[in-house]
């Protein structure tokens, strides 16, 4: 066999036996072993180059070390050992950031290297995947030139000889000649090389008083140098006020002539100085601020519930003492619902009595987190890191332009980008997923620093270019305008090609496949067999680079399908530098961008492994999975996840939540929820998409008890709060009194509760920043919950010391000290993207307690409740941001169909919760009554449905019947139904006022309210019953996401007509009381003795039942207003078979005039 020379470490294997799954071998840890790819030419690969090129072949070696042959990292000197320790950290760096990583169950972590990721050019940009540049023009060596921070290429010798740095330090190392003129290399005047590199890992520095002032800073500002004050430091005392350091010349007390210099301000470019600043006022001010509903609103609002409470009991009373004898089944039936209802409204309204509104200060944020103090001397941002998840299945359903628009909202958002990483599981495995986000953040490097640049909102392109007004309002810069054309014309570039992909796939497919099936064909002959036999050649699904795709394949095959494909990890933007990088003045540029930071967040594409046999878990697996990897990569101590179809509409959307994180008692709020927005509704919203009654009233007075539900998407996480873990300090609340305590003014500070600290819970992570033994550390932590991996556990009390607030007041007590986060994270290494893959396999959550009290929690289609559910129950706060701007907005089904499957898969949820231990009535004592009751409510609502159906039929059951559900029109019953009507009018007034809503579109929630409740929550029901009580299984549905790409009617999917099962019981309550009406009229009319008071008292509650299915019945009628033919049979059978059904069990005696009887 021949092949050529060996090429620098490009594919490295790291070794995940099953028996220990957080084992894995590096390639510095074999014996000192390290690894090289050899590539090979197949001769026979030329019949195809006209169309596919030559395919490379390759396999994996381990080369040992021999007295000639020495890995990165041995030398004999010093210096040496330095440079390849830098060389070797950078080409690990490379590696990490061009290469694909696969692996799973009993099975190799492998990666491979991406010569380019899609068909199109690769990306120059410096944290991009698969950049190009030219290649080392030594012999036998493939690798990337030497390329400064910008990604231009450099040259260490006047000849232009262009070479890798790899082959540079070896030229250096045998005499330091250039190979290409033979010179020697210029000496450097500089004490460091500057073609190689010197990055060293920094570590997590300790409290900022071990360090010494900058001398800049000494310059500016006089400290205390004083040998007492070293002595305060040194004690850590907390109750030391570190907003009250004076400032003072060296050796005596007092301000002296202490001042801080005028001097622009980075960010505003105001002139800023010329006094002390006043720290101990910043140290105080806070982030938050809860700003209480007008009791002119809210105290009548409570008055209201109490008055129209009070009326449905005299009501209840009344009517259960005066039963109709001439109907009693009806006057019965209407009874039970009425109770019904009753209590159904008393569980949603109860916890709706405390709502409140909040705020934030970014002012604030930016001046205690980013700018120049004694603890933070650089300057340089302290804010904790987030870790962004986003969600996607199927490309099929979630469109994968949708997805990449929401990508680049969230790296261009307004956060420091070194403190970013965002992450999107493919839960479906899908080449054209991966392919879309290789596309994404290619284009991300234009469209990033024009967001920067121009302050662009909102930063989703698809979104921005789509908006209507004057672009240039409110722009300053002289070059707006070219800049926008062309990146207006990139961006249309960019959708042409993400609208290509599956085109370029499928023939990039079938033109390797060919290729393969003809080789096939040449082995068969050449064997002697038989021409005329079948070829058993796979058909794969080719990656750009000419190798398989790991994933899923188009015509899947073993480990290559839906469900059955190894763990794929690329890191797309490979982690930023923590200085910021302007642009260069090359006027190829597309933009410019000398005064703009190009560096990007970071990106990493991630599928986990599936297997045939094991329980996914669907959407809560997938976060799960995300949990764990992104715990190893970045370790963000926050993490925010959104759906594939929400995007970033206001760039500050981040600082807000981190306001309330890092706010004095921030350590006890588990999650931030921000509201649900949505475009692309219809302009009259027939269907209620918006929902806003529950984003903004319910879940603002949910936002006065203990905190608001999770709701799927649009939330910020403390990482550790999701690891079952307790909070630093809670409360019991046993009685209802303690419950109802935030109704009564000063009662909560009147009575006396136990305030318990969780010190036993933090032990761990304390101990682990003072340093204590590392096996103690794993002995306390039992891998048994998070499972084997060493280095998921050790990320734990780090993500915990991060995501404390700042200790910079004696009021936090637990809290991390100022400058703890200014330092840059440990760069990435193929060891620990080898660590990610190995926790993300099928194996790795067995016997373990992830999805059953770790993480996001398991057993439900309404995972995102359940999980909410648990974390109040351990006595968490959460906390709902409505900012001024809305934070996120994203997609919602406007088709009828598909609305009622969405409110399927909720109502089933719900139901599923019920009958769970996740009900609110089993909640613990950790959790407010009124919070409680909320959570017991979810699990109720759904049954609510039942009697719904039954009130629905009663008044054309009366209409039939000629009855009614009392016996006489009392003058009783109509003031309690009087009092009843306006009490509720009255209601609905004072919650619009308060929770900011229209009258229009509570109007619109009571409609969808009875739509829903007489279809899709009779179903769910039904399905949760057949699951409690036979255990078959609920098969999830997932929503469509709506892509209105090539449209010329925004809202043509609201007028197709989709026949589902869902619709024949709403149907069938609309015709019903439509021929009851009539027949009622007539029966009435030709009567001889009338009885006005039934029909009206009928026609009354029919008409109210026939408004509220209105929509559903406009609905059905589309564009056109025609009816499928289905659906008019399927109503008129049930229809008529009712009412025949009724005429042959009581016939009534009532004759027309005309002489027939009915």
């Known amino acids: 066999m021949s092949s050529s020379a060996p090429s620098r470490a490009v594919n490295r294997s790291f070794r995940n036996p099953s028996s220990n799954p957080a084992a894995f071998v590096d390639s510095s840890d074999v014996s000192n072993a390290y690894f090289r790819r050899i590539v090979r030419d197949d001769s026979t690969d030329l019949d195809m180059a006209s169309e596919v090129g030559s395919v490379n072949g390759g396999y994996t070696v381990v080369i040992p070390p021999t007295p000639d042959n020495q890995p990165m990292g041995s030398g004999n000197d010093s210096v040496s050992d330095h440079m390849d320790r830098t060389i070797a950290m950078k080409a690990e760096q490379q590696m990490v950031s061009s290469s694909i990583f696969t692996g799973g169950f009993n099975s190799m972590t492998k990666s491979h290297m991406l010569d380019k990721m899609t068909d199109g050019a690769a990306d120059d940009h410096p944290q991009m995947a698969g950049s190009r540049g030219a290649t080392c023009r030594m012999n036998g060596c493939d690798g990337k030139v030497i390329r400064d921070e910008r990604g231009e290429e450099l040259s260490p010798c006047e000849c232009n000889f262009k070479i890798c740095r790899d082959c540079y330090a070896d030229a250096c190392k045998a005499g330091g000649r250039c190979p290409g003129c033979k010179e020697l290399y210029r000496p450097n005047d500089d004490d460091e090389d500057p073609y190689l590199p010197q990055t060293t890992p920094l570590s997590l520095p300790a409290p900022p008083e071990a360090h010494h002032v900058e001398p800049r800073l000494d310059r500016r500002l006089s400290l205390v140098k004083s040998k007492k004050h070293s002595q305060q430091l040194s004690m850590r005392n907390p109750e030391f006020d570190h907003a009250n350091w004076l400032y003072e010349t060296k050796g005596t007390y007092g301000f002296g002539n202490a001042v801080w210099p005028k001097e622009p301000d980075p960010y505003t470019g ?23 509903v007008p009791a002119g609103i809210l105290s009548p609002y409570r008055l209201l519930v109490v008055v129209r409470f009070a009326a449905l009991v005299l009501f209840l009373m009344w009517r259960i003492t005066h039963p109709n004898t001439d109907a009693m089944w009806l006057w019965g039936m209407s009874i039970v619902c009425e109770i019904w209802f009753t209590f159904s409204w008393v569980l949603d309204q109860l916890p709706k009595l405390c709502p409140v509104n909040r705020a934030t200060d970014l002012v604030v944020l930016k001046d205690k987190f980013e700018q120049l103090s004694p603890e933070n001397p650089s300057g340089l941002s302290d804010l904790p890191g987030i870790d962004i998840f986003v969600s996607t299945a199927d490309p099929e359903k979630e469109p994968p332009l949708v997805t990449a628009n929401t990508i680049l909202s969230i790296l261009a958002a307004e956060y420091p980008v070194e403190k970013l990483a965002c992450y999107l599981s493919d839960d479906g495995g899908a080449l054209l997923t991966f392919e879309a986000m290789a596309e994404a953040a290619s284009f991300a490097r234009i469209w990033i620093p024009f967001c920067r640049k121009h302050a662009i909102e909102p930063r989703n392109p698809e979104s921005y270019f789509n908006l209507k007004g004057d672009p240039t309002k409110n722009k300053v810069r002289h070059d707006f305008v070219k800049d926008r054309r062309r990146v207006k014309r990139e961006y249309d570039e960019f959708k042409v090609r993400i609208n290509g992909l599956p085109e370029s796939i499928r023939r990039r ?68 530098s923590y200085e910021p990088l302007f642009g260069s003045e090359n006027e190829e540029n597309l933009i410019d961008t000398t005064e703009v930071d190009i560096r990007l967040p970071m990106l990493v594409y991630v599928s986990r492994e599936k297997r045939p046999g094991y329980d996914h878990n669907k959407k809560a697996g997938a976060m799960n999975a995300l949990v764990r990897s992104s715990a190893i990569m970045s370790n963000g101590p926050f993490i925010l996840n959104l759906d594939c179809d929400h995007y970033v509409y206001n760039s500050m959307a981040f600082r807000e939540g981190i306001c ?147 200790a910079d007041h004696p009021g936090i007590k637990f809290g991390r000290p100022p400058g703890a986060l200014t330092v840059q994270r440990e760069p990435l290494d193929p060891a620990t993207i080898a660590e990610a893959i ?321």
């Open 270 to 292: 105001v002139m800023t100085g010329g006094s002390v600043p006043d720290f101990k006022d910043r140290a105080r001010r806070p982030l938050t601020r809860k700003v209480k």
């Open 660 to 806: 309330f994180m890092m706010d004095r008692g921030g350590e006890n709020i588990c999650y931030v929820q921000f509201p649900q927005r949505f475009e692309g509704i219809d302009p009259s919203d027939r269907y209620a998409n918006h929902n806003t009654v529950f984003f903004d009233g319910n879940m603002r007075a949910l936002d006065g008890l203990q905190g608001p539900m999770y709701v799927g998407t649009g939330c910020m996480f403390r990482r550790i709060s999701l690891y079952a873990f307790d909070p630093p300090r809670y409360k019991d609340h046993g009685g209802l009194c303690s419950g109802l305590c935030c109704c009564c003014a000063g009662s909560s500070r009147r009575r006396r509760k136990q305030v318990h600290s969780n010190t036993k819970k933090m032990e761990l992570d304390s101990a682990s920043m003072m340093g204590e033994d590392e096996e103690d550390q794993e002995m306390q932590l039992v891998p048994k919950k998070f499972g084997n991996s060493s280095s998921f556990l050790m990320s734990i009390p780090r993500a915990e010391f991060q995501g404390r607030p700042l």
């Open 838 to 1158: 190995s926790v993300i396999s099928c194996w790795y959550e067995d016997k373990t307690e992830w999805g059953n009290s770790v993480g996001w929690i398991y057993g439900s289609v309404t995972e995102d409740v359940v999980t909410g559910f648990r974390m109040h129950d351990r006595g968490w706060r959460s906390v709902y941001c409505v900012t001024k701007r809305d934070a996120f907005r994203g997609s919602a089904p406007i088709n009828l169909t598909d609305r009622l499957q969405q409110v399927l898969r909720w109502a089933t949820g719900s139901v599923e919760i019920f009958f769970s231990r996740n009900n609110g009535l089993l909640a613990g004592s950790r959790m407010k009554i009124l919070q409680r009751i909320a959570y017991t409510n979810v699990g109720i609502y759904p049954f609510t449905s039942i009697f719904l159906m039954v009130y629905c039929f009663l008044p054309a059951l009366s209409l039939f019947t000629d009855q009614f559900i009392v016996q006489t029109l009392d003058v009783f019953f109509l003031i309690y139904l009087l009092v009843i009507t306006l009490t509720l009018c009255m209601l609905a007034v004072l919650e619009v006022k308060w929770a900011g809503i229209t009258l229009e579109e509570w109007w619109r929630n009571e409609q969808f309210w009875v739509i829903g409740g007489t279809s899709a929550h009779i179903a769910a029901v039904l399905q949760g019953l057949l699951k409690v009580v036979a255990g078959i299984d609920i098969s999830f549905t997932l929503t469509t996401k709506a892509s209105t790409e090539g449209e010329t009617d925004e809202f043509a999917d609201l007028y197709v007509v989709k026949w589902s099962a869902l619709m024949i019981l709403p149907l069938t309550i609309v015709m019903v009381n439509m021929i009851a009406i009539a027949v009622a009229i007539a029966r009435t009319i030709y009567s001889s003795d009338p009885s006005w008071s039934k029909l009206l008292g009928g026609v009354f509650f029919s008409l109210w039942v026939l408004m509220h299915l209105y929509p559903f019945a406009k609905g059905l009628m589309g564009r056109r207003g025609r009816l499928p033919t289905i659906v008019w049979v399927w109503a008129g059978l049930i229809s008529i078979t009712i009412s025949l059904l009724w005429v042959a069990i009581s016939n009534p005696q009532n004759q027309f005039s005309s002489g027939f009887s009915l």
């Open 509 to 576: 497919s079938d033109a390797y496949n060919a290729h393969e099936d003809i080789k096939a064909k040449r082995h068969q002959v050449e064997n002697g067999l038989d021409p005329s036999e079948p070829l058993n050649v796979l058909k794969a699904t080719w990656m750009a680079d000419g190798t398989h795709w790991p994933g899923t394949w188009t015509t899947p095959s073993l480990e290559h399908g839906k469900g059955d494909h190894a763990g794929i990890i690329q890191v797309m933007l490979a982690p930023p």
